[in-house]
């Protein structure tokens, strides 16, 4: 099983930036593929963005597609979701995850979870 911690939430005014970061342990990292997911209150949880185990490959939500990247970098066991031109409707808190299967990009496939960063966005 692997363990994830995300970190890089806070608050920033709408247009801002924030980076956020999800570090992995337990089972080597270059085995899965990667995805960001996000959960407003109130709201289900929701996918944002997905990257394969070896990078070339991601996919994005259209609500965030232009303005966020995810991006991984297997040597530091971490994962990143760079988020430019944020909204208040991003708040939520972000969460990432882990598939077993290494090329998916699909959603569903997402087994293992962080704790969660909180993302909030003023207008």
């Known amino acids: 099983q692997v363990q994830l911690v995300e970190s890089g939430g806070g608050l920033v005014q709408a247009g801002g930036s924030l980076r956020l970061s999800c570090a992995a342990s337990?089972?080597?990292?270059?085995?899965?593929?990667m995805g960001w997911f996000r959960q407003a209150l109130g709201n289900e949880r929701e996918f944002v963005a997905a990257i394969t185990s070896d990078g070339r490959s991601t996919y994005y939500a259209d609500s965030v597609k232009g303005r966020f990247t995810i991006s991984r970098d297997n040597a530091k066991n971490t994962v990143y979701l760079q988020m430019n031109s944020l909204k208040p409707e991003d708040t939520a808190v972000y969460y990432c995850?882990?598939?077993?299967?290494?090329?998916?990009?699909?959603?569903?496939?997402?087994?293992?979870w962080g704790q969660g960063t909180q993302v909030t966005v003023s207008s």
């Open positions: 995850a882990a598939s077993s299967l290494s090329y998916t990009l699909r959603p569903t496939d997402f087994h293992s």
């Open positions: 337990g089972r080597p990292f270059s085995w899965y593929a």
